[in-house]
């Protein structure tokens, strides 16, 4: 794992060289261990290095043998030891063990048809310095991010966003689009980030820029539209078994100790599983509880450690570690939020490393491949329900899936219609699944200011989605077509990125996802809908394979989203001052985002009643990290988190 930076500058007006470091030194936690420059003529790649594969001779930036192509890479390329085979084969010489080293002289023979030979998660650039031209690409699900500007004629790209704001001449605004697509979908739709003119490539894309300016393509595309109705759910527990395997195997591939993280559901444990069968000795695992019983799953985490007998670290959070943690979360993420889940990870991560760990192995995106979340069993209910609208019993099913949300098990037929009737009827949607969740999300711009709300008034984000639909998304299958949705807006843009790599990277830990292989999301994506969604039992699939390799609790336990607390962490008798400054009258008015009169209003309302509604945690998130998100960028106060050094750097002249 890595960090990234580069300019092109056909003019060579910029200063690039120093800018890359600047570049580099603000991203440096990415890339704790070491840091390289290549400076041309025209390009300056940068790179700040984790080192995990080859750690005496893989450092970056690195070129092929003939001296044409130079790399930076951020990520890891888990089948690299087959390709380097393969490229040996034909005659290819290598001087480190390093995967970067396979990248590059893999593009050299192939171009962008790499990429489709590439297992891993990354993001990586190449500078061909004959043709002058640049290369970038990122992988199939966007587990590693990468960003870009073009201003006055100048190309930079970076790991984060942060980085290319070191460039003086780029200017700092954010965009109000995003801001609605942020409080309907809790994430950006790639390209688009929260800034004016800084860009995202989106998963599964490369990036070609040169003299003749930018040209974007897709290598990799998320489908659903290839069910095999042959395969039998036996064959088909078989299949996965020997993906799932391969994939954890390869996962394991590290020149330094790999740990896990164990939370006590059923993915984190089928790793641990897999990782023990595969290496049974001594297995490091990490987990995160909560002071606040609701949120806190340390009973199932404990039973797991038991059975699986590893060797094991917690730590409990408080709202205050929260609440404390939270500016540098919104430093770290770059968007803003509408939950505090990302910080007790920044927590977690901070605890790995402090055990001097570099790479953890999760069990994200298993919900999503197979159908984990509670989203999808409310679709399949609610579509149930659509049928007869009328009848006092179907409602009743919704009770079966929110069985820890107190004001639900006793509500009537009525009550259960007032919070899930909202547009029940419109099957024919093709947001169908997500409609409620994201009407209550888009509560949150109730409270926009009233210059913010003219601006966003011929704006709708549902507009900008159905753009992004695939060409046959409206033939797929109800499950298919909210997999699709949670998958490439919810999972990429929220749960690998804000929760995933940002707050891992924070204390340079890597994350990897053996669930994220492509050959399992490929597979997955054939799969018949009721072998991921049986009735309403969730993760069917993986359920029955896991029958005798976990403990039988935890398969049976009912479904428990990952949480965090707001209420408590904001509004406590005595919140930090970043809290009382950012709900501020001066503040809110000064930003002009929010309408301080509808805020002050909610924050009396809660005040008096005492309780936070999940739609008033939702407000109070969003208005907090969007004020952070101005405050440290907009503004550019941020000197508490710009302590960044660079450890070891090389530069490299080729002019």
């Not at 093709?430 to 409620?436: I, T």
């Not at 891992?504 to 890597?510: L, R, T, V």
């Not at 994350?511 to 999301?521: A, E, K, N, S, V």
Request: charged share 25%.
């Amino acid at each position: 794992m890595c960090g990234v930076a580069g300019i092109v500058d056909y003019q060579s007006k910029s200063n690039s060289k120093s800018v890359i470091e600047s570049m580099l030194r603000v991203i440096s936690y990415r890339g704790p261990d070491e840091s390289g420059i290549y400076h041309s003529r025209h390009a300056t790649l940068g790179n700040v290095r984790l080192s995990i594969v080859d750690l005496t001779t893989g450092q970056q930036p690195l070129s092929d043998p003939s001296g044409r192509y130079w790399i930076v890479h951020n990520g890891e390329i888990f089948n690299h030891k087959e390709l380097r085979n393969e490229l040996e084969k034909r005659g290819n010489h290598f001087r480190t063990h390093t995967d970067t080293e396979v990248i590059v002289q893999l593009y050299s023979l192939y171009g962008k048809e790499c990429l489709k030979l590439l297992n891993g998660q990354f993001a990586f650039a190449i500078w061909d310095k004959k043709e002058g031209e640049l290369f970038i690409a990122r992988d199939r699900v966007g587990i590693r991010p990468l960003f870009f500007n073009i201003t006055n004629g100048v190309f930079s790209f970076a790991s984060e966003v942060k980085a290319i704001f070191e460039q003086k001449s780029i200017s700092r605004e954010l965009r109000p689009e995003i801001l609605s697509q942020v409080y309907t979908f809790w994430s950006a739709l790639t390209p688009n980030t929260s800034f004016k003119n800084i860009f995202e490539l989106s998963s599964g894309h490369f990036l070609v820029y040169n003299r003749k300016g930018l040209q974007i393509g897709k290598y990799w595309e998320l489908n659903f539209n290839k069910t095999n109705l042959a395969l039998s759910i036996e064959n088909a527990v078989e299949q996965f078994h020997e993906l799932f395997t391969s994939a954890v195997r390869l996962r394991l591939r590290a020149d330094v100790e790999v740990a896990a993280y164990l939370s006590g559901g059923i993915d984190s444990s089928a790793t641990v599983a897999y990782i023990k069968d595969i290496e049974p000795g001594i297995l490091n695992t990490f987990s995160v509880g909560f002071e606040e019983k609701d949120f806190d799953e340390s009973k199932y985490q404990q039973e797991a450690v038991r059975y699986f007998k590893t060797t094991h670290k917690s730590i409990v959070c408080s709202s205050k570690e929260i609440s404390e943690s939270f500016p540098k979360v919104v430093w770290c993420s770059e968007i803003p939020m509408t939950r505090t889940a990302p910080a007790p990870m920044l927590i977690l991560s901070k605890l790995v490393r402090e055990n001097n760990i570099k790479v953890v192995i999760t069990g994200e995106g298993s919900d999503e491949m197979l159908a984990g979340y509670d989203i999808f069993r409310e679709a399949k209910i609610r579509r149930f329900w659509a049928s007869q609208p009328t009848s006092n019993m179907r409602p009743l099913l919704l009770k079966k899936i929110y069985p820890d949300l107190p004001h639900l098990k006793n509500a009537s037929p009525n009550i259960l219609k007032m919070f899930f009737g909202y547009k029940l009827e419109d099957v024919n949607n093709p947001f169908y699944s997500h409609l409620l969740r994201w009407n209550n999300s888009n509560h949150i711009k109730k409270h926009l200011s009233s210059g913010l709300h003219e601006d966003l008034k011929n704006y709708s984000p549902f507009t900008e989605l159905s753009e992004k639909l695939p060409e046959d998304f409206t033939s797929w299958d109800p499950l298919a077509k909210s997999q699709w949705l949670e998958i490439t807006i919810f999972m990429s843009g929220y749960l690998l990125s804000t929760q995933g790599d940002r707050m891992g990277m924070a204390n340079s830990i890597e994350g990897r996802y053996p669930f994220l292989d492509y050959r399992i999301i490929e597979f997955c994506g054939g799969l018949p809908a009721k072998f991921k969604l049986n009735g309403l039992t969730e993760k069917y699939l993986l359920k029955k394979l896991m029958r005798n390799r976990i403990p039988e609790s935890i398969i049976k336990r009912p479904k428990q989203p990952y949480r965090a607390p707001i209420q408590s962490v904001f509004l406590s008798k005595n919140p930090p001052e970043y809290v009382k400054y950012m709900l501020s009258e001066a503040y809110v008015k000064s930003t002009g985002i929010f309408d301080y009169n509808s805020i002050s209003a909610l924050l009396n309302k809660i005040e008096k009643t005492g309780i936070s509604s999940e739609v008033d945690n939702m407000v109070l998130t969003s208005v907090i990290s969007t004020h952070l998100l101005h405050y440290q960028f907009i503004e550019n106060h941020n000197e508490e988190f710009r302590t960044g050094t660079l450890k070891n750097l090389k530069i490299i002249e080729d002019i």
